[in-house]
């Protein structure tokens, strides 16, 4: 078999334990997961409604141009609904926009650590990935921009980062979208953006700053990760460029049914972000009083610094029924990155990491 020489040594993404796998290892009946960065609320009620009412025939191939949740979409962020690109999941967005712009000879440019499919999917396609350490969480924009000539095609920027949640400030990513080459495209990615307690009106730079797209999706606040659905926004132009490499009908019809649903359903979004918000406070408070190093969080999770090896905490936790992300896959090798759940559950958390490092005192 004559494969790419990129991919012989290049892994599969690693998803989390299950609920069921852990059950199964540790014999425990409850099981908490924290470790992908859900709703713990889950989505809309309005959903399940709309689900239940469906009469499609499922014989039948889906909208392939997800008519009825584009005019949702676009109705809801004030866009046209040419500048939208529907995906299955924003994983495929990120696999669509380095099929169209990298080959061998073109590099990319991406903070680390950072969301790691960029990487996967630019070393598949052959390029050159140029990577800039973060400083303190945050994104180093001055030396990326260095790190940018005249082979760079796409930069990326996640903005809250994950998994550090910190959060570009818009005077920040206006200058340096101002520095940015015209024929470099600009990625940012915005998957937790409704979780953002302040923020600023980041499709507005699209107008000003041509070589933008923004990413989102329905996985995060709007509780739909299993559909698979995201979406990418900018000019005209480049998602016409775009379309072509998309696999047709890569959308499904409940994703596409429940998305269109949900993103009518903005009291239920800002429900969450109220609870987020709260929760995210109750774990500042406990890592100060046991000195524990953490990232403020515009996310719903939080990364936590206990100076232990991350796999020896996660597997602890995992002992407790907690599933968590250890930060050594995530470029933080003595840090966990817990996603935010319900108040129950965060108290949980808490009162076990407590138990841990009383231990380890």
């Known amino acids: ?73 676009a109705s809801h962020l004030g866009v046209d609904e040419k500048q939208l690109i529907f995906t299955n999941g924003t994983d495929e967005l990120v696999q669509v926009i380095s099929r169209a712009m990298l080959e061998p000879g073109k590099n990319t440019v991406m903070a680390s650590p950072t969301f790691p499919q960029y990487k996967q999917a630019a070393i598949i396609e052959g390029a050159e990935v140029r990577e800039v350490e973060l400083v303190n969480g945050d994104h180093d924009l001055a ?9 760079t095609a796409i930069v990326w920027v996640c903005s809250p980062n994950n998994p550090t949640g910190i959060y570009i400030p818009e005077s920040e990513i206006r200058d340096f979208l101002r520095q940015v080459p015209s024929d470099v495209l600009v990625v940012l990615d915005e998957a937790y953006y409704e979780y953002v307690t302040d923020p600023y009106d980041s499709l507005s730079l699209i107008d000003t700053f041509p070589n933008l797209i923004i990413t989102r999706t329905f996985s995060k606040i709007y ?24 696999l047709p009908f890569n959308t499904n019809v409940l ?53 232990l090896d991350g796999d020896e905490v996660t597997e602890f936790l995992l002992t407790k029924g907690l599933i968590v992300r250890s930060g050594k896959a995530l470029g933080f090798p003595t840090s966990v990155r817990i996603t935010v759940g319900q108040e129950e559950h965060n108290e949980q958390v808490r009162s076990a990491i407590k138990e841990l490092i009383t231990e380890k005192v």
């Open 1 to 73: 078999m004559k494969w790419k020489e990129q991919i012989l040594d290049l892994g599969a993404y690693q998803p989390g334990k299950s609920i069921e796998e852990v059950k199964k290892q540790y014999q425990l009946e409850s099981i908490i997961k924290l470790a992908s960065n859900e709703n713990p609320y889950g989505c809309s009620p309005h959903v399940d409604e709309a689900l239940k009412q469906m009469d499609s025939s499922f014989m039948l191939y889906p909208d392939g141009n997800a008519s009825q949740l584009r005019e949702a979409t």
């Open 143 to 151: 030396e990326m921009l260095s790190a940018i000539d005249e082979d």
């Open 223 to 246: 509780g739909l990760a299993s559909f698979r659905v995201g979406y990418g926004i900018a000019s005209e132009n480049i998602i016409q460029q775009l379309e072509p490499v998309r």
């Open 255 to 307: 994703g596409q049914r429940a998305a269109t649903t949900a993103i009518t359903d903005q009291a239920f979004v800002e429900g969450c972000r109220k609870k987020n918000t709260a929760e995210l406070e109750k774990y500042y408070t406990f890592c100060k009083d046991h000195q524990l190093d953490y990232f403020p969080s515009q996310g719903n999770f939080i990364l936590i610094d206990f100076h």
